[in-house]
């Protein structure tokens, strides 16, 4: 995020030192995303699972074992829609999801995870398990992981909030 402009306001300076904060926390969640997805590409790449990119086997974990509907996922993983129609069209191709038409609804395609993509996500989960042995000895053990958590819930109700508030 590059510096931001300098505009005169009329922000207390509690205000202001919040703003900064606020600021600096939009620009970390979106550099801390970035990074996680690197993680998941390298982890990926060392245990030479290299048929899905880090963004489809998070798509895999998020199905998980349920079967769902495509607008159910992006609305889950808060994924953009033509990126998720390409990226289930390459897990499918690769034999890591089936998907079908609801029969209820033509309309409403229904996914779910083949048995190659549940051994994937099953050695996803598994480099997960080790990560989070990691987390919990280290620098994010002892309920600091829990209260980031709660912070970062606080501020998507705050933006829920404001979407409800504005979009009136």
């Not at 600096?24 to 690197?38: N, T």
């Not at 895999?60 to 609305?75: C, F």
């Not at 050695?123 to 209260?147: M, N, S």
């Amino acid at each position: 995020m590059a510096e931001p402009l300098k505009v005169k306001t009329d922000l207390t300076v509690q205000e202001d030192a919040a703003k900064r904060d606020y600021l600096a926390s939009l620009q970390l969640i979106e550099r801390l995303h970035r990074r996680f997805l690197d993680v998941v590409k390298v982890e990926l790449d060392s245990s030479g699972l290299k048929a899905v990119s880090n963004v489809q086997a998070m798509i895999l974990y998020n199905v998980g074992n349920a079967e769902i509907t495509v607008g159910e996922l992006t609305s889950r993983g808060y994924y953009q829609g033509s990126n998720v129609s390409y990226n289930l069209k390459k897990l499918v191709d690769g034999g890591f999801l089936k998907q079908e038409r609801s029969s209820y609804d033509r309309r409403s395609i229904r996914i779910r995870l083949t048995p190659a993509g549940r051994d994937l996500v099953q050695r996803i989960d598994t480099i997960f398990d080790r990560q989070v042995t990691a987390l919990a000895g280290g620098k994010l053990g002892d309920g600091r992981l829990a209260r980031l958590n709660r912070a970062v819930m606080d501020l998507e109700r705050f933006w829920s909030d404001e979407i409800r508030f504005l979009g009136r």
